[in-house]
T-cell receptor
Framework: AQTVTQSQPEMSVQEAETVTLSCTYD???????LFWYKQPPSRQMILVIR??????QNATENRFSVNFQKAAKSFSLKISDSQLGDTAMYFC????????????FGPGTRLSVLP | EAGVTQFPSHSVIEKGQTVTLRCDPI?????LYWYRRVMGKEIKFLLH????????ESGMPNNRFLAERTGGTYSTLKVQPAELEDSGVYFC?????????????FGPGTRLTVT
């Protein structure tokens, strides 16, 4: 069975600085997808960034980028130039490449961006 | 375009009572998913509808939980009778395509507290 681990329950960062959230996963699959979702306080979860395991290039979405290390089964999220609106719970999620399989989520990291 | 909505946002009930949660997916999304997050742990998959049919209900914890999606539009999740361990946040998500690399759009969740 697949598992996703987020070892940092809580983190904080000063506004405009850079922060990295860690995520590791365990799987025997070779074809899969990794996601970072964020849930701001009292709002819905939204997709931040997505990575296909077969792509070596790290995904980037504006200030958000990932460091995907397939051999190490690591998928960290880097947030550059942190903004107050980045304050949220961040969930790392895994999904196999097989149709019919659903998300496996990590326990989340609560990020606070401090003014 | 309206996002996924869930009602109520918060429900407090006593052990043994019944509660019904509702999810309205994004219009046109045939795929609807239920997840829950218990006591700050990881978000876990409950079940997946394609239109009105249950595609996968492998995550449903026991027969006290009943999910329906009559007419393939909104869905309800009924817990009867509720137990203390059912407390948590219940998320609904929808997607147009059910493929593994595709985004699921989440609602804000219903926080259920069983006392």
């Amino acid at each position: 069975a697949q598992t996703v681990t987020q070892s940092q329950p809580e983190m904080s960062v000063q506004e405009a600085e850079t922060v990295t959230l860690s995520c590791t996963y365990d799987t025997s699959e070779n074809n899969y997808y990794l996601f970072w979702y964020k849930q701001p306080p009292s709002r819905q979860m939204i997709l931040v960034i997505r990575q296909e395991a077969y792509k070596q290039q790290n995904a980037t979405e504006n200030r958000f980028s990932v460091n995907f290390q397939k051999a190490a089964k690591s998928f960290s999220l880097k947030i550059s130039d942190s903004q107050l609106g980045d304050t949220a719970m961040y969930f790392c999620a895994f999904r196999t490449g097989n149709y019919g399989q659903n998300f496996v989520f990590g326990p989340g990291t609560r990020l606070s961006v401090l003014p | 375009e309206a996002g996924v909505t869930q009602f109520p946002s918060h429900s407090v009930i006593e052990k043994g009572q019944t509660v019904t949660l509702r999810c309205d997916p994004i219009s046109g999304h045939d795929n609807l998913y239920w997840y829950r997050r218990v006591m700050g742990k990881e978000i876990k998959f409950l079940l997946h509808f394609v239109k009105e049919s249950k595609q996968d209900e492998s995550g449903m914890p026991n027969n006290r939980f009943l999910a329906e999606r009559t007419g393939g539009t909104y869905s309800t999740l009924k817990v009867q009778p509720a137990e203390l361990e059912d407390s948590g946040v219940y998320f609904c998500a929808s997607s147009q395509v059910s493929g593994p690399g595709y985004e699921q759009y989440f609602g804000p969740g219903t926080r259920l507290t069983v006392t």
